[in-house]
């Protein structure tokens, strides 16, 4: 298995890329950020890598390029490429209804009014299928996008998105109880749809999505520090996650609940624990249309449909987090692809550059017109308001959001033939 290659940046102004680390150490200096760890390759090739600050404050502990970070959302491209590989193999379609393999959300019921009470339902028009999971269209949603009397019932029913104690089963008998805000098709509702979609993957294979994704992702591509657990004497490792503390007016630590033993319930959307060169392996398979240093796991005409938008005009102009991110991007088949990268939140550089963030602050790009991939990793909690027009915090609560394009911009400034 061929490793990731440092050499010269042929490409870049190494002046100019230089600026990276102090821009990224003013951010830590303020203390506005404890740390943060970026990777940037140009053809298979890292240009620039640097680890600035600190994994833990409390013990000064300062961060490292193989430091482990808990990348929430970005786990979503990951478990939407696993179910493609299912669907090349022709184990699953696009349009398949996921009723075959989750009966528990089959003949939905959705609220007439997404923030009505929960007893206004309608019958859904249509089954929900593979592609509205892949598409965040299936009418499921997170509790805290959510409005009225449904974000109670889902923090009741599922608790916390990213920990549970229950069973797959469990977990998806309590989801089937719950109400569709949508119909299926009808709008891109960011949820649990690629929680469903990983344990629909499991189902299929008849292993646990944890097993799956080792087998079929993280072993052929070399990610041997991905997870959805961390042993005790690898916790060390682990980034301390913070937040913004109003009455302090700095970081304060906040401590997720960690599992002594691997878990029954491994969340598709949301559960893994990754380093930037791991994520970088990825992230190069899927600006490779599906191959790394002779390894393939998707074909090329697979990945061109994860990269190519299926949301409606209509959907597009539903904003996403408060932002008017469909009029910047599109959404394919498990990714965010930018189509104009002015003043676009998630994207940069180049028109077709695929991204999909994470909420604490994770952030990656693979960008074909450049050859590019970029890895920006930190652990910054940022505060979502709830419903279904939620937004995402800005000043010092965002501040891993707003040291983002400071490492952007530099990478570009520095990209000769940008």
Known sequence: MTRDVFGPARGFDLAKLATVRPALQAFVDRGELAGAVTLTSQGGQVVQSEAVGWSDLETRTPMRSDTLFRIASMTKPITSAAALMLVEEGRIALDDPIARWIPELADPLVLRDAAGPLRDVTPARRPITVEDLLTHRAGIAYGFFSEGPLKAAYERALGDPAMTRLTVDEWLAALGGLPLAYQPGERF???????????????????????????????????????????????RRLASLYAYDETSGGLAKVEPEVYDEPPAYTPGGGGLISTAGDYHRFARMILGEGTLDGVRLLRPETVALMRTNRLTQAQREVPFAGMPLWRKSGFGLGLSVAEDVVDNPYACGAPGAMTWPGIFGTWWQ???????????????????????????????GAAGRRALPVYQQAVYAALRDA
Not at 191 to 214: A, C, N
């Open 366 to 396: 693979a960008d074909p017109a450049n050859d590019l991939v970029m890895i920006y990793l930190v652990q910054h909690r940022v505060p979502v308001s709830a419903g279904s027009g939620a937004t995402i915090a800005k000043g010092q």
């Open 189 to 235: 509702h960011y949820g649990h749809s690629t929680d469903v979609l990983g344990f629909l993957v499991g189902r299929v294979e008849g292993k646990p999505l944890r097993q799956v994704l080792r087998e079929r992702i993280f072993a052929p591509l070399g990610m041997d520090d991905t997870d959805f657990w961390l042993p005790r004497d690898q916790r």
